[in-house]
């Protein structure tokens, strides 16, 4: 018998208990929401409905997965391997984080920087990482895609995209239009 | 009915050049514009209305039309294509689009979705026109039970898109409620999971930011991973794409979902409030439900982009329903073009079939003419669309990443927002990992409010007794199909199973 705490089963008994813990912290949170008088539904009542729908369906799958572990056959669907979760092993994994931490720094940056600069970097970023080398190519999309959506947005949308340092681009373009 | 009049004004707007070209120009802005993801057909009539203070009212109506039924068939690109709604309505053509798209079929599936939104439209102008005072008179009946009922009919269709597992399928749906619930209480403004000083949030998390992260963001994440761990394949569309409608093969298996999913549309969209949204999921489970292979569902067909697309589609001449029989806005979009007879010196209403009879058929007449000019733009276009699935993935995610992100900011110029989607993103690239569906999530984020706001209504309307809703047949109608829908997928999620675990057991024993 293979490694249980590597199957879908278990990732699945995994996901269940989150989803159990968000519920028994949302119900926590949702007897603290204040009352209104003469009101027939109060604040917290729909979202105690649906933490008790939440809260049921992730005890059932709680008591399957742990069924499914304790009796695992080599065919079940659930004892195929589960996703790798751990950047160490994974080099996919580690690119993923890579992903996840640019996105938040180009949150982080948006207004600072502006559109422009910020994606142009992430841009760049994102295909080095996934094995991109023909610079020209690189730099002339990463710059050229901003700078033709923010054209797109500003001029026929008149959607105005913070720019930063790049700010002075509205009035040259307020010039040629 | 006057049949020689409506025929006269058919005429008219047909034979009129100017209608024509700017009904044309109308499509190819809200194709292009639906496409990009944040971008809805909503905000493309808005920004075009001052763009149409100069004309007469027909060709005007024209553009704004155009711009309203591409924008439908617009967001199903972006759907198909690289598995991202370009709008809400959109949201359910990635459940069978994006697997086409996946199994080398983008052509078929871009046609398929561009012909049922044709027919889509083409049998909402139809119904609307024949049938507009009657649906009007059955929509205004809707009160908040009626409503409340008709968001739980639209929830039971959460088995039908489960994929695998209808628990967590349930456990997705359940989770998407309570995202729904934080923010400001609809009824009595109480903040519930926040304070109130997180003015970001006291509508709740943005919708269409949320939708963007859920299928762009997590998409870009995944694939990423997949790139690098060698398992993503260069995708490419069907070597060369002959026709750019479907051919007679196709449109025999896929016409009774068109059908269905137009009336279904067209039914929904006259309801005030409810769009294509909604039209589009409940389209999907209904005819998923009636299909003799509900296992193929998902997989990439091109009946659930048909039953989709002609739904959303349905919708426009549905919302019209509302609006020229009672001056009512049935949607967003409506509500735009319900400015621009106002502007124009028309009242729609009741009124406007007696004094402005002609004035109602050269709308219809422009609906159609929409619907044709999507129907030239979709198929010169489809030839290029097809292309972007060719483009190499490296460049092609950081491109859809920058563009689903400034998508995100525009709806409201909000950075917070940016940072929503990115949250879900993450979020839903977890979530798919896990195999937990996406779909009910998207599903209950549209529904909930709508769900959570007539309940609260109709419980303080009835002094909380909610055995009240009993009285009404519609309301018991909508119930009633919801408990049959429920138990049909689930007889229909059972036989899937047993389909699954005999192929397993197959492919192990051999």
């Known amino acids: ?177 | 009915m006057d049949f020689g009049l409506l025929f006269s004004s058919y005429l008219e707007v047909f034979l009129n050049p100017q209608v024509l070209l700017m009904t044309l120009v109308g499509a190819l802005g809200g194709v292009l514009l639906g496409a990009i993801p944040g971008m809805t057909a909503t905000m493309g009539v808005a920004l075009l209305v001052p763009f149409s203070f100069g004309m007469d009212l027909i060709p005007a109506i024209g553009l704004l039309l155009g711009i309203y039924c591409g924008g439908m068939y617009g967001g199903s690109i972006s759907a198909i294509l690289i598995h991202t709604p370009g709008t809400p309505s959109a949201a359910a053509t990635t459940i069978d689009g994006y697997p086409m798209t996946r199994n080398g079929q983008a052509g078929l599936a871009l046609s398929v979705a561009m012909f049922s939104s044709f027919c889509g439209g083409i049998i909402g102008a139809l119904i609307m026109t024949f049938l507009s005072p009657v649906i009007a008179k059955a929509a205004m009946s809707f009160g908040p039970g009626e409503m409340f009922m008709l968001a739980i009919f639209g929830l039971s269709v959460i088995i039908s898109i489960s994929g695998k597992s209808v628990i967590k399928g349930m456990i997705s749906a359940f989770f998407g409620m309570l995202i729904c619930t934080v923010g400001l209480d609809p009824t009595n403004g109480v903040a519930r999971f926040i304070s109130y000083s997180q003015t970001s949030l006291l509508e709740g998390f943005a919708f269409i930011p949320a939708l963007i992260g859920m299928f762009a963001v997590a998409e870009v994440i995944g694939g990423v991973e997949k790139i690098v761990r060698g398992e993503e394949k260069q995708l490419t569309s069907n070597a060369r794409i002959d026709r750019v409608l479907p051919d007679m093969k196709t449109i025999k298996k896929i016409w009774p979902n068109i059908l269905s999913g137009a009336v279904i549309g067209t039914f929904i969209g006259a309801i005030p409030g409810a769009g294509g949204d909604i039209a589009v999921f409940v389209s999907y489970g209904a005819n998923k439900s009636a299909s003799r292979h509900p296992e193929l569902w998902g997989t990439g067909i091109p009946n659930g982009v048909a039953s989709t697309e002609s739904a959303n589609n349905g919708c426009s001449g549905g919302a019209m329903i509302p609006l020229l029989s009672l001056g009512v806005p049935g949607d967003a979009v409506t509500a735009v073009l319900l400015g621009a007879f106002i502007m124009k010196g028309i009242q729609p209403g009741p009124m406007m079939y007696v004094s402005n009879l002609p004035i109602v058929y050269r709308v219809f007449a422009a609906l159609m003419v929409a619907n044709l000019a999507m129907l030239v733009v979709g198929c010169a276009g489809v030839r290029f669309f097809t292309r972007i699935v060719s483009v190499e993935k490296t460049m092609l995610y950081p491109v859809i990443m920058v563009i689903s992100l400034l998508g995100a900011y525009a709806i409201n110029k909000n950075v917070f927002d940016v940072g929503v989607c990115i949250g879900f993103g993450i979020f839903g690239w977890i979530m798919n990992k896990y195999e937990f569906p996406l779909s009910p999530i998207l599903l209950t984020l549209i529904l909930g409010p709508m769900c959570e706001k007539n309940y609260a209504r109709f419980m303080n309307i009835h002094k909380g007794e909610i055995m009240e809703i009993f009285n009404s047949p519609i309301a018991m109608t909508f119930l009633g199909v919801a408990i049959l829908v429920i138990i049909y997928s689930l007889w229909n999620q059972r036989k899937i199973t047993k389909t699954l675990t005999l192929d397993s057991s197959l492919k192990s024993a051999s």
């Open chain 1, 1 to 177: 018998m293979k490694n249980k705490f590597n199957t879908v089963a278990f990732s699945n008994l995994i996901g269940s208990v989150v989803f159990l813990l968000i519920g028994i912290v949302s119900w926590i949170m949702s007897t603290r929401f204040q009352t209104v008088k003469g009101n027939y539904v109060q604040p917290a009542d729909f979202p105690q409905i649906m933490i008790i729908g939440l809260v049921f369906f992730a005890a059932i799958l709680f008591i399957i997965s742990l069924l499914k572990l304790i009796n695992m056959k080599d065919d079940d669907p659930e004892a195929a391997p589960a996703p790798v979760l751990n950047p160490v092993k994974d080099k996919g994994m580690q690119a993923s984080l890579i992903v996840i931490v640019i996105c938040i720094a180009y949150v982080a940056l948006f207004s600072l920087l502006g559109y422009v600069i910020v994606s142009a970097l992430a841009c760049l970023i994102i295909m080095f990482l996934i094995g991109k080398r023909n610079w020209k190519v690189m730099i002339s999309v990463s710059i050229l895609v901003p700078l033709g959506m923010w054209l797109l947005f500003y001029t026929l949308l008149k959607v105005n995209i913070p720019l930063g340092p790049l700010a002075f681009l509205r009035d040259i373009v307020d010039m040629i239009f």
